[in-house]
Antibody, heavy 119, light 109 residues
Framework: QVQLVQSGADVKKPGASLNVSCTASGDTFTGYYIHWIRQVPGHGLEYMGRVNPHSGDTKYAEKFHGRVTMTRDTSIKTAYMVLTGLTFDDTAVYYC????????????WGKGTTLTVSS | EIVLTQSPGTMALSPGERATLSCRASQRVSASYLAWYQQKPGQAPRLLIYSGSTRAAGIPDRFSGSGSGTDFSLTISRLEPEDFAVYYCQQFINSRQFIFGPGTKIDIK
């Protein structure tokens, strides 16, 4: 069973960029999508987009278009999410999660990366 | 734009009671693309149900999902102490986008 290990908590100033990594344990880094979801403290889950580790193809939620970039490095089985132009409203826990191709659900989640935006 | 609404927002129940959670879509969706997750404080969400009614691996059979069209539900037949948590429904929409409902919290009465 693949597990997803995320990078550690971060503190950023407004206007900075966030870079979160998500490393897959196990034999394979293909056959599934990596999605990114965030959760503002005390709120629900907000979908950000996904990357296909095999092809590098991406799809972003409209809200984050122009501010988010999702990439991957297959040699180290790691996906990345970069969010630019941070504001206080971006303070949240950022999760990566995997979806086996065309299964339409996320069966494995990382533990989350906490971002605090503070001046 | 499809929107998921969950009700109630919060429910207070006792262990051993039955919980029925609702997830309503603003337009007709496919049950094949409907999933439910459980989230406890400080933890990542955990997959409970996919394809509307199929339990994920290791999920006890007190959890069941049903529904079609615009109305879906998650039922917990007899609440165990570890079931007090927040539950989210999730739907796949076009262009490989996903949306989540706002969640239902089950509190201990």
């Amino acid at each position: 069973q693949v597990q997803l290990v995320q990078s550690g908590a971060d503190v950023k100033k407004p206007g900075a960029s966030l870079n979160v990594s998500c490393t897959a344990s196990g034999d394979t880094f293909t056959g599934y999508y990596i999605h990114w979801i965030r959760q503002v403290p005390g709120h629900g889950l907000e979908y950000m987009g996904r990357v296909n580790p095999h092809s590098g193809d991406t799809k972003y939620a409209e809200k984050f278009h122009g501010r988010v970039t999702m990439t991957r490095d297959t040699s180290i089985k790691t996906a990345y999410m970069v969010l630019t132009g941070l504001t206080f409203d971006d303070t949240a826990v950022y999760y990566c999660a995997k979806e086996p191709y065309y299964y339409y659900y996320m069966d494995v989640w990382g533990k989350g990366t906490t971002l605090t935006v503070s001046s | 734009e499809i929107v998921l609404t969950q009700s109630p927002g919060t429910m207070a129940l006792s262990p051993g009671e039955r919980a029925t959670l609702s997830c309503r879509a603003s337009q007709r969706v496919s049950a094949s693309y409907l999933a439910w997750y459980q989230q406890k404080p400080g933890q990542a969400p955990r997959l409970l149900i996919y394809s509307g009614s199929t339990r994920a691996a290791g999920i006890p059979d007190r959890f069941s999902g049903s529904g079609s069209g615009t109305d879906f539900s998650l039922t917990i037949s007899r609440l165990e102490p570890e079931d007090f948590a927040v539950y989210y429904c999730q739907q796949f929409i076009n262009s490989r986008q996903f949306i989540f409902g706002p969640g239902t919290k089950i509190d201990i009465k």
